[in-house]
Antibody
Framework: QVQLVESGGGLVKPGGSLRLSCAAS????????MSWIRQAPGKGLEWVSY????????NYADSVKGRFTISRDNAKNSLYLQMNSLRAEDTAVYYC??????????????????WGQGTLVTVSS | SYELTQPPSVSVSPGQTARITCSGD??????AYWYQQKPGQAPVLVIY???ERPSGIPERFSGSSSGTTVTLTISGVQAEDEADYYC?????????FGGGTKLTVL
């Protein structure tokens, strides 16, 4: 079955770095866009970043632009999120998700299915 | 960018119908999606493209769209449906989620 498993979360000091990983199985990873989505404790969902199937396109939320970098290794069926200059407000559970896209000419839509179980990132001194 | 607005909470008795709304200016031009999140678990897609139901999702879950508002309807609510529900759509800069609605089954 389709499965996503995140790892790499933990406690890091403000200004520090962390690299999250997401291992995919049960589908042809190289055919799909992938995204990271986060959820601060007791808060709602916030989309963080996406990457296209061949890594040609990436996009980031304004809140992480310039600090986070998304990447993937299709040979290893793995997705990554390099997080630098971490702030207290980056504290959250980080989910990876398969990013399903539908496009007609210049119009497009996307949704997420499935999601991984999440990995907790805590930024605190 | 625009926002997606959901009521913070909805309460319903078992067997009744729960309706959770999501409003946004771009919704007439964009599909909406709904996710169910139970405590300590990852979100699960329950409705896609406004009204389509993924395989494995019970028939009591349905979606509809009218103008700037989309609605998730849960008919014959069961205790196991108690969860947070999030709508999601897209805009020119990326993906947007509503603030979430806590469904309480009385």
């Amino acid at each position: 079955q389709v499965q996503l498993v995140e790892s790499g979360g933990g406690l890091v000091k403000p200004g520090g770095s962390l690299r999250l990983s997401c291992a995919a199985s049960g589908f042809t990873f190289s055919d799909y866009y992938m995204s990271w989505i986060r959820q601060a404790p007791g808060k709602g969902l916030e989309w963080v970043s996406y990457i296209s199937s061949s890594s040609s396109y990436t996009n980031y939320a304004d809140s992480v632009k310039g600090r986070f970098t998304i990447s993937r290794d299709n040979a290893k069926n793995s997705l990554y999120l390099q997080m630098n200059s971490l702030r207290a407000e980056d504290t959250a559970v980080y989910y990876c998700a398969r990013d399903l896209r539908f496009r007609i000419q210049l119009w497009s839509t996307n949704w997420f299915d499935p999601w991984g179980q999440g990995t907790l990132v805590t930024v605190s001194s | 960018s625009y926002e997606l607005t959901q009521p913070p909470s909805v309460s319903v008795s078992p067997g009744q119908t729960a309706r959770i709304t999501c409003s946004g200016d771009a919704l007439p031009k964009q599909y909406a999606y709904w996710y169910q999140q139970k405590p300590g678990q990852a979100p699960v897609l329950v409705i896609y493209k406004d009204s389509e139901r993924p395989s494995g999702i019970p028939e009591r879950f349905s979606g509809s769209s009218s103008g700037t508002t989309v609605t998730l309807t849960i008919s014959g609510v069961q205790a196991e449906d108690e969860a947070d529900y999030y709508c999601q759509s897209a805009d020119s800069s990326g993906t947007l989620f509503g603030g979430g609605t806590k469904l309480t089954v009385l």
